[in-house]
Structure formats: C-alpha cells, structure tokens
C-alpha cells in the first residue's frame, strides 16, 4: 500500500521536487531555451541554489575542486562510509529540465525528510550534483564523476570551447585551481554504494503503465567517424553507370546499419545521427561524404561484434561501388552493470511500494560509468512522457516524480551495506 510522504508544507514530496525543478530550470543561458553548460554563470547560479536546499536539508554543502556540488548528511555517528546519491545539474543545448535535476533534488528531498523527522541511520548519506556529465562545452562527458572516481584525464584542460578557451582557462576563471583538480578524488573506502535516480529517456516504461523501473545495467557505446570518397562530377554529364557517388553510398550504408541493428537482440542500437556531403552544391555528385555512427547494447561481447560485422558490411559496399573509405572509432564506453545485490535492494523498494518491478538497461549514459570505478552501483529509472529527452517537451508526472521519491526513500531507509565489499576493477 502506497504511503503519502508529506514536507513541511503538506505538500507530496512529489510536489516539493516539481517545484524545485522549475525553480532550477529557470536558470538559463537564455530566457527562451534551456542551457546551463559547465563553468559558466549559469553554472555558479545554480551550484548555489542546489547548496543552499542540501543545507536546508540538514546537510553540510560546497563546491569541490571540479565544480560538483557536495552535500553529507551525517549517520548516527560521524565520519562514516556514505551511500552517495545524486545525478547532474549541466544540460544539453535547448533542453529538457528533468534529465539530471530530477535524480540530484529528488535525492535531496529524501535527505529533507529524514531531517524533518530526526532520522539518521548507520551510514552516511552524501548527494552530489555532477558538474558535467553531458561534455557540451568541451566534448568530454563525465568530466564531474570521473574526477570524483580518480580517473579525470588532465589532458582534457587543453580542450577548447567554440570560443577558443580553454577547459584549464574556465575554470581559472570559474574560482577552481585546475591544478588541484585531484582534491576531488574519494578512496572506495568512503563509499558503500552509489545510487542514481533518472529519468528514462525512453518510452518503455511508459508503454508497460510504470512509473518506475530497475535498471540492470548502463550500455557501453561505439562511436566511429566515417569518410567515404568517391569522386565529384557534373549532375548532368556523368552517366549513372560511371559515377562514383560517395552520397549514394552512404546512403546505402545507412540502411544496412537500421537493417542489421533492427534485429533486436541485446538490445543492440544504432543511430546515424550527422551526416555532411562535399561539396555540398546540387548540380554537383557528391565526391567526399563523412558520416557518424553510434552503436550500443548492454552486453560488450555483443557489441564489439556487431561493430565489426557492421565495418564489413560497409567495406563491402564501398568496394562494389569503388569508393574509398576511412574509419575511425572516437569514443568506447565499456558496459556498466548494475551490483546485484544493490539491484535487488532496488528491486525490493519498488515492491514494498506497491509497484511491479520491471527490469530494463539504460541506453543512454550516466555518472554511474565513473562511478564504477569506486563504488557498486544501481539506478532506478522513472517514466518520462513519450520518452522524449535532450528536448524541451521532456516531462514527468507529479505522480511519477512522488512515486520515484517514495521508492528511493524506502531504498535510503532499508539500505544494507555489501558484508565484504570489494573495491571494483578498473
């Protein structure tokens, strides 16, 4: 049987959250589109707004050396292992406003009510807010989690924005020593789990009639850049028969990567989402064609090998239509799966809430795959409208988000730390 979690105000915690979802979406790059990018204003004015409802919340709160936003909330004695939980406060370009807020200020609102009520448990509860997950600004995803886990690549500071300024120069000018960058960094020791809470990006959920699922594991990901060269030509002089058009056969690419990947298995996906022709002109045979590639499923074995079965199918038509090729892989993500044993406390949650416990992996990824490398980790999904995300049609039911916020309280409340944890393989 549900049980109605109420704040100080009589409002759902449901309600609570909404509220400060708009009130954390407000803050913008521009009044019209919602943009909130690493190291910029934005990003301090809402750094401070996340801090001060983690104090609210009965918590300590600062800016780490990355930018993140930190909150503890003590145990029943100081200075313990923390579940650590939370999500990421940077958007996309023109976004939604629940993809990453939802899970940090649901995380929070949890904290409040523990607080409201005097509980504290036998464990630590850190939430954190991720400074940038989505790498808008310096095409470097996880840059927030990964300095957290210790594993934040310091070549990534000579990385420049579309302005010419470099990672190492924002944040210099942000108030952060990028030469400290390492003071963010937690021994696996101080962590006995870390939790997600997320919206779905999908529309799964939403077709099963749940407001929540569990989730098994995140997808690893293979990214390529492809280039194909055939060769420029007159519209209207090259006979069909002699043309080496590197469109057409991009175009036959295409298809074969939807028809191999519709096959379903694993999960498997595969998106062309950027294309470009050369020379661009339309009385002219496209001669030079560069295309992306994105390829995930949750399980690595399958995936590596549907890339190369993929490669081949390309090599083999770019051969039978005489056109040169060039691939390369520009991102590998290994799969992340979710701990068992944290899982199936997950798992237990939804259930005691009343909910059929569903299971499905994240195609999308999150700070959990930092977040490995330190600690176990889970995440519980809920449903989003459509399943739309990275838009500003994104959106979640106030049910929903209460029902999420039930779940993830009933998960803090009856969490068990793992007898013999074992610091994971990195």
Known sequence: METKVVGPTGMSLGDEIVGRIDALAAISETATNLTRIFLTPEHRAAGELIMGWMRDAGMSAHLDAIGNVCGRYEGDRPGQPCLMLGSHYDTVRDAGKWDGPLGLITAISCVADLHRRGRRLPFAIEVTGFADEEGVRFASTLLGSRAIAGTFDESALGSKDKAGVKMREAMTAFGLDPDHIGAAARAPSELLAYVELHIEQGPVLESKNLPVGVVTAISGATRL???LHGMAGHAGTVPMALRRDALAGAAECIVAIEEFCSSDRDGLVGTVGYINAMPGATNVIPGMVSFTIDIRTARDSFRKLAVADIVRHIEEIVKRRKLGLEINVTHENRTVP????????????????????????SGAGHDGMAMIDIADVAMLFVRCRGGISHNPAEHVETAD????????????ENFRAKSNPVVPDK
Request: proline share 5%; glycine share 6%; charged share 20%.
């Open 225 to 227: 850049a492809v280039e």
């Open 401 to 412: 988000a209460d029902a999420g916020a039930r779940v993830l309280l009933r998960l803090i």
């Open 338 to 361: 979710c701990a068992p044993w944290l899982q199936q406390q997950v798992a237990d949650a939804v259930a005691a809430e009343g909910y059929h416990v569903f299971e499905l992996p």
